[in-house]
């Protein structure tokens, strides 16, 4: 088993900035592809980015383009979304995410294991 846990949320201005963090334990971090993804209330979970296991490939979706960036540091068994350019409609429950795939992958079937959350918001 996965255990993950994200921290980092919390209330923003819009244009204001914040790094999400998830910490992961139970299985060898190097090997977990880790993702991003997020609920806004009445809306369905959507993909937000991911990283493969080395970090050397990641992919965000395109609404948070140029301005969220995916990281991780295996030595601290910890992934990180730092989120730039915050707007009102960024605001939703951030949900980290692990796979035992070396992936990239959108999809949230490819993940098994996953987070509480964490809630961003936004404010005008």
């Known amino acids: 088993q996965v255990q993950l846990v994200e921290s980092g949320g919390g209330l923003v201005q819009a244009g204001g900035s914040l790094r999400l963090s998830c910490s992961a334990s139970g299985r060898a971090f190097s090997n977990l592809a880790m993702g991003w993804f997020r609920q806004a209330p009445g809306k369905e979970r959507e993909f937000v980015a991911a990283?493969?296991?080395?970090?050397?490939?990641?992919y965000c979706a395109d609404s948070v383009k140029g301005r969220f960036t995916i990281s991780r540091d295996n030595a601290k068994n910890t992934a990180y979304l730092q989120m730039d350019s915050l707007k009102p409609e960024d605001t939703a429950v951030y949900y980290c995410a692990a796979s035992r795939f070396n992936t990239v992958s959108g999809s949230r079937a490819m993940y098994a294991y996953w987070g509480q959350g964490t809630q961003v918001t936004v404010s005008s």
């Open positions: 990283i493969n296991w080395s970090g050397s490939n990641t």
